[in-house]
Every structure is written in C-alpha cells, then in structure tokens.
C-alpha cells in the first residue's frame, strides 16, 4: 500500500481514488461549503468527466456526495465539463456548465437546479428539458466554446462569460439574460486579446478598493475594481488584469501597465490551473481555488491509482497599491496546526544550512521572517534576463550558485544528505533603478527519481524592502510545495515525488548560500494533522 501511496497529499483535497482537475461551481449554501470538481469516475487519466461533489463546513474537512452532475442527456451525453454556480437573490442556487454533445467535443452551455432545495446537500442536481441555454452561433468556434462564469447582474440584466478563440485570439464572449433563462450574445465580447489562444475558465469579479473584504458579484461602482482571470491552454499558465468595467459599453479595460497576456500577473507561477473564486457570505470573503495536476509520468498515475489535487483554498484580496491581488490560505487551515517548532534570531552565514526539527517534515506547515542588514550586496540584474522568463532566470541562478544577497529560504523535503531537496528561496538583485527580488521554487533537485517533470517555477515579487525583511510561508505535503512570498504578494506551487525523502525520512532546513549574512528572526514550524478526507456523507 505505501508504497503506492507515498506521494498521496495528507491534507490537500483529493478523492480516494481516480483523476481529478478543474474545480467546478464552488459555493457556500445553507451551512455548507460546496465542492464540484471534473472526474474520471473510471481511472487515473482524464476522461468519462463527471462532476463529483464534496460538501464541508470549514474547507478543510470534507465528506462526499455521489456526483451531482454526469452525463444523461442528449445535451452533456459526450461530457460534462466545467462550470459555475450562481447563487439568486432568492438564495436558489442554479449551476451553469458546459456540456458535449458528440465525438468531436462540440460544445454547449447548460444549466441545472438543485431537487431539493431544502437539503442543504444539494445531493441532486436537475437538469430541465429547456437545455441548452446558450448554443453556440455560426461565428463561433464550436469547439472552443465552454466554462460558463458566475451570472453578475446590472441594469436590468444577468450577465455571464463565455471562454473562447477566435483562431489565435484568445476571446471571453459576453451573454445577457433578463429572466435567468433565454440568454443573448452582446454584440461584442467583454474582452479578448490576439494571440493568446483559448481561454479557459474565464473568472471575472469585483474587488475592494479599500479592505480585505470580497464582494458578491453584482456590486460595481467607485470602490470596486475588476479582476479578469482567464487560463491559457498553450501554456497551462493562467494570468489576470485589474481593470475597469464600462457596464454601459459591456467591456472590461485592463488598467494601463498591466500585461495582458503570457507575460502577465499570475495568481501561481507554478502548477496551478483552471482556478476560480466564490463570494463566501458567511464570512465576507472571496475564496479561490486551484488545481494542480501532477508532473509525474503518466504512466506512475496509473500504478498509483491517482491524478490530480485541489491546491489548499485561498483567501484573495486587492493590494493596497491596487497593481496585484494578494492571497493567503484560509484560516481554518491553522486548526489543523500540531506540534509547533519556533527558532528566533538564528543568523545564517554563507553557506549554512540550519534543521528545523522535531516536526512531521513531510506534512507541515511553515511561516518565517528573514532579515538582512543592508541590500548592498544584492548581485546586479542582467538586463538581458527581462526577456526572459522568471523561470529560467532561476534555472540559471538555481539555490546553490552563491550570490550576494540571497540564495536563502527553505529546503523543504529534503533528504538529510540533501541527495533529494526542494529549495525555495528568495534571490535579490540591483537593476538599473530598483531592486528586482525573485522567488523561486526549484523541483530540479527534489527527486531522483527518473522522467519527472522538474520545472525551475519562479516568479518577480514586487515588495518593499525598506524594512530589509522577506517572509515566506509553506505548505508541504508529501508531493506539493504550496508556498507564499512576502505576506501573499506572490504564490508558487509545486508537485515534487522524493525518493528518500519521504515520511519521517523528510526534513526541513533554512539555508543561505549568499554572502550577506541573514537572520531567521522568527520561525514557526507546524506539523500537520490530516483532515477528513472525502469519507462519504452518512445518509
Ligand atoms: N478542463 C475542462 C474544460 C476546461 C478544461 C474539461 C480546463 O471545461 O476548459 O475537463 O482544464
């Protein structure tokens, strides 16, 4: 059993068995929070998509339902792919998906209605006769023509995204609806960019100019900015805007000196994908979701008899500076905090390596400040690497390659050899007119294994280093490293398949390979327990 089990996740979602990717229509209803999310009911690879379904009162421990949502009809026969749920002003939930229709993946938009409305489950799903609600037009790419967003209402109608490409360029149709039922093309789309491909998964929603709070869907206005998320299939990475939406014109402009395309923000620089968010009401805040699919051999799915988790969910919110959001996982993650570790005012001269010990290295969650007493030392910036990928500045730079200010950060699943690490660290260089400081999360030495997927992830974090401080917290987990730079400026996710270093043969260390001494001015480490795990609900 362990041995096929030795990279199963102790407390990121994930169901006992088979393929999982986008997560579907989250939502919180009567108490409960929801989870759809794409399955393969029949195997570790992608096919057969059903939406299985998950309910859980703290988005941490979860029970499952039977799917809620497979394919029956003439309209999903073929699949039933992603989608979202909106919740009407009368508090009834309706979930908009798209179905496909045949053997070439043709695709349409449907909806269905809870059974019961009563049950605060939502075990049954309806999907009335009236289906589709949207057929695609002859100037649309059938093929290319899915994920339904969440409805926003304003003068007088509902309004929903539709991803799509028109040849190369990458489009977010717009439809309108008095009634909830027939929906209209706009006329134009609500954005789309040239050469960006298909959008997938489309997420667009107001933020907050002022606080932490998220906001349900419908709210415009002075105080509230947009946010258009879309996922980019030629690269599997995602990238968002903030901007402005005209809802007299019906169209979203990107807020100048954003980037909108591949080079643009992005909620993870790593393995992360197919996200989307949700108004929680209970507790005023937006929520995102991300899957991370796993970046071992296909093959390995199949032997482990699995494919695929829900990165831990996030709470997300404007940046004060209004240029970026900012995310932190939620909460109710901390219940699960055990045994705690604290180190305080460890210096780390160059080259040193430090353990963190006595913690389920393995399993655990990690929060640390480090200071330095001076940026002199930060090494300068090769212009030529502004065009480049964060990535491959990493590559090139990687965690032991010593530098002035930085290489420092955590080795975290480590080997005690150190044969197996995945170092992630923070390096900061002098540009021409400001510092550059680059997070990076490097897989190429987390495993020995072979035919592994083992991606350099980095990303630039914008931060102010007046205080010469940088913090860093992650979430470890036997095959994923989820961590945050600087309070939330900057996540990077990754899927890692040790060898040695797994169970209580991993460990975790703080290093410094830069000639700037830095100070661990505080550290906490928690072992992590293991939640409910999709058991079933008892009916
Ligand atoms: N996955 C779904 C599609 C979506 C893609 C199919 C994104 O609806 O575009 O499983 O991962």
Redesign the pocket.
Known sequence: ENVNQVHRTGYHFQPPRHWI??PNAPMYYKGLYHLFY?YNPKGAV?GN?VWAHSVSKDLINWESLEPAIYPSKWFDNYGC??GSATVLPNGEPVIFY?GIVDKNNSQIQNYAIPANLSDPYLREWVKPDDNPIVNPDANVNGSAF??PTTAWWADGHWRILI?SRRKHRGVAYLYRSKDFKKWVKAKHPLHSVQGTGMW??PDFYPVSLSGENGLDPSVMGQNVKHVLKV?L?MTRYEYYTMGTYDKKEDKYFPDEGLVDGWAGLRLDYGNF??SKTFFDPSTNRRILWGWANESDDPHKDKDKGWAGIQLIPRKVWLDPSGKQLLQWPVAELEKLRGHNVQLSNQMLDQGNHVEVKVITAAQADVDVTFSFSSLDKAEPFDPNWDKLDALDVCAQKGSKDPGGLGPFGLLTLASENLEEFTPVFFRVFKAADKHKVLLCSDARSSSLGKELYKPSFAGFVDVDLTDKKLSLRSLIDHSVVESFGAGGRIAISSRVYPTIAVFEKAHLYVFNNGSEAITVENLNAWSMNTPVMNVPVKS
Request: aromatic share 18%; with cysteine; proline share 0%.
């Open positions: 990717n986008d794409q992608w998509i792919w992603s798209t899915r994920d991803g997938e998964c996922s299939d994908y197919a």
